[in-house]
């Protein structure tokens, strides 16, 4: 009986917001339309919900089978598909909006990407990284909405970002765990199943409503607030996640050219995106405020008055960290140092890890044998090691020098700039891998010295009849 009544609840529901957009297209007449599309909703939420139903759903599916930090990130990005999806709904009934709304409509949903990135900066030393970070790689592929011409390349472009992560997982699992290859094929799946309805239904950019109120604030917030018919949301979980869902995405409204600029700017704060909401209100700015000019001289302007200001401790906060080395575990953490060139790993075993996060300007010797090292975040970092059995990965960092003393099966390089790595005459059948990287090059003893030889940045693809052929393009002697 409590189901049952539960479902009348949301059936009602419904029904009063389907009846409220209905009238907030009344003036422009159509009251029975959006779109053309007489009593529902347009094709193109149609496909999107075919879309939910089938690819995310199995991707949900998949990732509660693994359950822990997978099936938490997992319920995140279902989230932001609904949120996706109510903003789709949106843009099928009201016209674009005014330039002055785009900020506030995009906010909600790049705190949504924000959020499912942080869980995987939260969580570094999580079993299930490589799948946080594959899923946290490509998730702005939603911000597609933003893009005003052809934005199917743009999910793609994410798409090949999650690969690099998930390829990891199949490599690790393939053999062992097919639960986890199901979860990547689920989780690709999305992207590319996305590509699709974008070239169907919104090829040249996200498509407004011709008719209909223009989009803003005030007209979203009135078409979906509840009239003094309609009872509150009961308090069991059902119904409540679905009003505030879909009052919350309505709000992710935005236009073709301002709303890149706008969401993408926001999206590429990482997690300097909190500062911003502890910043000063316009009326508390001297710059915009003539009045507190007056009041004082000691401020003659925004950038002269931030060094003493109460911002400046906030952009010194990330330093703030403690230096961190020590083993936990079977994992050796070096993090935050700072110009420290004494750094020395001796006692070694074979089944531990090394992981150096967000070092500047320092040099770290391990000695003996260890199973991997990951060099994550660094500047100007030295690494200098005897032996590893796995892999040496370094990932988002700049100007890094490696040094091999003895051997190493695999160094993989992506998102760097600048790395130089010197290899032992034991380490010559070394694999490097690289991506998305640059100002790379590999150091071979030669006669007593080192021969330098860059990797390849730039690559020529041609077809040769039956496939694709691609090597590196020499564009100089």
């Given at each position: 009986?409590?189901?049952?009544?539960?479902?009348?609840?949301?059936?009602?529901?419904?029904?009063?917001?389907?009846?409220?957009?209905?009238?907030?297209?009344?003036?422009?007449?159509?009251?029975?339309?959006?779109n053309?599309?007489?009593?529902?909703?347009?094709?193109?939420?149609e496909?999107?919900?075919?879309?939910?139903?089938?690819?995310?759903?199995?991707?949900?599916?998949?990732?509660?089978?693994?359950?822990?930090?997978v099936?938490?990130?997992?319920?995140?990005?279902?989230s932001?598909?609904?949120?996706?999806?109510?903003?789709l709904?949106?843009?099928?009934?009201?016209?674009?909006?005014?330039?002055?709304?785009?900020?506030?409509?995009l906010?909600?949903?790049?705190?949504?990407?924000?959020?499912i990135?942080?869980?995987?900066?939260?969580?570094?030393?999580?079993?299930?990284?490589?799948?946080?970070?594959?899923?946290?790689?490509?998730?702005?592929?939603?911000?597609?909405?933003?893009?005003s011409?052809?934005?199917?390349?743009?999910?793609?472009?994410?798409?090949?970002?999650?690969?690099?992560?998930t390829?990891?997982?199949?490599?690790?699992?393939?053999?062992?765990?097919?639960?986890?290859?199901?979860?990547?094929?689920?989780?690709?799946?999305?992207?590319?199943?996305?590509?699709?309805?974008?070239?169907?239904?919104?090829?040249?950019?996200?498509?407004?409503?011709k008719?209909?109120?223009?989009?803003?604030?005030?007209?979203?917030?009135?078409?979906?607030?509840?009239?003094?018919?309609?009872?509150?949301?009961?308090?069991?979980?059902?119904?409540?996640?679905?009003?505030?869902?879909?009052?919350?995405?309505?709000?992710?409204?935005?236009?073709?050219?301002?709303?890149?600029?706008?969401?993408?700017?926001?999206l590429n704060?990482g997690?300097?995106?909190?500062?911003?909401?502890?910043?000063?209100?316009?009326?508390?700015?001297?710059?915009?405020?003539?009045?507190?000019?007056?009041?004082?001289?000691?401020?003659p302007?925004?950038?002269?008055?931030?060094?003493?200001?109460?911002?400046?401790?906030?952009?010194?906060?990330?330093?703030?960290?403690?230096?961190?080395f020590?083993?936990?575990?079977?994992?050796?953490?070096v993090?935050?140092q700072?110009?420290?060139?004494?750094?020395?790993?001796?006692?070694?075993q074979?089944?531990?890890?090394a992981?150096?996060?967000?070092?500047?300007?320092?040099?770290?010797?391990?000695?003996?044998?260890?199973?991997?090292?990951?060099?994550?975040?660094?500047?100007?970092?030295?690494?200098?090691?005897?032996?590893?059995?796995?892999?040496?990965?370094?990932?988002?960092?700049?100007?890094?020098?490696?040094?091999?003393?003895?051997?190493?099966?695999?160094?993989?390089?992506n998102?760097?700039?600048?790395?130089?790595?010197?290899?032992?005459?034991?380490?010559?059948?070394c694999?490097?891998?690289?991506?998305?990287?640059?100002?790379?090059?590999?150091l071979i003893?030669?006669?007593?010295?080192?021969?330098?030889f860059?990797?390849?940045?730039?690559?020529?693809?041609?077809?040769?009849?039956?496939k694709?052929?691609?090597?590196?393009?020499?564009?100089?002697?």
């Open positions: 009986m409590e189901m049952q009544g539960l479902m009348d609840r949301l059936e009602r529901a419904v029904v009063r917001l389907e009846v409220l957009s209905a009238e907030a297209q009344r003036p422009l007449g159509d009251c029975g339309e959006v053309g599309v007489n009593g529902g909703v347009s094709p193109s939420i496909a999107f919900d075919k879309l939910m139903d089938s690819m995310v759903a199995e991707f949900l599916k998949n990732s509660r089978i693994l359950a822990g930090d099936e938490t990130h997992a319920e995140m990005v279902h932001a598909f609904q949120a996706q999806r109510a903003f709904l949106m843009a099928s009934q009201y016209q674009q909006p005014q330039e002055n709304d785009v900020a506030t409509l906010k909600p949903i790049s705190e949504k990407i924000q959020e990135q942080t869980f995987r900066e939260r969580n570094r030393g999580s079993s299930m990284f490589n799948h946080l970070s594959a899923v946290s790689e490509s998730i702005p592929a939603l911000g597609w909405i933003a893009v011409s052809k934005p199917g390349p743009y999910v793609k472009e994410m798409n090949d970002a999650a690969t690099f992560y390829n990891r997982v199949l490599k690790d699992y393939k053999n062992s765990d097919l639960r986890h290859v199901d979860w990547v094929k689920s989780y690709l799946n999305i992207w590319s199943a996305l590509q699709a309805y974008i070239k169907e239904h919104h090829t040249t950019g996200l498509t407004w409503s008719t209909g109120p223009i989009a803003s604030t005030e007209t979203v917030f009135s078409a979906l607030s509840p009239g003094p018919g309609l009872p509150p949301p009961p308090p069991p979980p059902p119904l409540p996640p679905g009003l505030p869902q879909l009052f919350d995405n309505k709000c992710r409204k935005e236009e073709s050219s301002p709303s890149r600029s706008a969401l993408f700017a926001q704060q997690e300097a995106i909190t500062n911003g909401l502890r910043h000063v209100t316009d009326d508390q700015m001297t710059h915009k405020n003539p009045s507190l000019r007056a009041q004082g001289g000691q401020t302007s925004p950038a002269k008055s931030r060094p003493p200001g109460p911002t400046s401790p906030k952009s010194h906060l990330p330093q703030n960290h403690a230096p961190v020590e083993l936990e575990g079977r994992k050796w953490r993090e935050y700072e110009d420290r060139n004494d750094l020395v790993i001796t006692d070694t074979l089944k531990q890890v992981y150096i996060f967000k070092c500047n300007k320092s040099t770290l010797q391990i000695r003996g044998k260890v199973n991997s090292i990951t060099i994550d975040n660094c500047k100007k970092f030295g690494l200098v090691f005897d032996n590893v059995v796995g892999i040496v990965d370094v990932i988002n960092s700049k100007d890094i020098q490696i040094q091999v003393m003895g051997r190493v099966p695999t160094i993989s390089i998102k760097t700039e600048g790395c130089h790595i010197y290899l032992s005459e034991e380490a010559l059948d694999e490097i891998v690289s991506a998305k990287s640059s100002e790379m090059n590999i003893p030669q006669d007593g010295d080192y021969r330098e860059p990797v390849p940045e730039q690559f020529k693809t041609t077809w040769d009849g039956s694709l052929v691609t090597e590196p393009a020499e564009i100089m002697a």
